[in-house]
């Protein structure tokens, strides 16, 4: 079975951040950061080499496939500032109706800059996911 390449280290965030090119995704950015902070009440780590994560669980799934990844996170891309939702975008929908203008994947938020969504509604649905964790990670 293959290893998952993207794996929590010892990357600093700020840095890291610091040196996206585009000057209003990197602005984005670390308006997320800090909103990800509070709202998990974890301190930022990188995972691999582009995504900022917050906090650790491990999974397993029934086909035996296991690992270990972020509780909250996300990835300021070229095309959009990336959010993994890990209670995926199906749930929540009544928020996600709030949120303002962005785009879905499978389990991702894609929003080009911070001014076309809510902030509050972000909050909403970040600290949603992130009990979603803690709870399926629970049993």
Known sequence: ?????TKRNDGDVE????????????EDSFVVLDLM???????PE???GSIVGFGSY???YASGREGDWFKAGFAPRKQALTLYMMA???KNQDL????????TGKGCLYIKKLEDID???LEQLVAASAAYVEDTSAE
Request: net charge positive; glycine share 14%; aromatic share 12%.
């Open 1 to 5: 079975m293959a290893e998952l390449k």
């Open 15 to 26: 840095a890291f951040l610091n040196s996206v090119e585009h000057d209003k995704r990197r």
């Open 37 to 43: 902070r509070r709202v998990t009440g974890l301190e």
């Open 46 to 48: 990188m995972w691999g």
């Open 58 to 60: 491990h999974y397993k």
């Open 88 to 90: 995926g975008t199906s």
């Open 96 to 103: 996600y109706g709030k949120l303002g203008k962005y785009t």
């Open 119 to 121: 902030l509050g509604v």
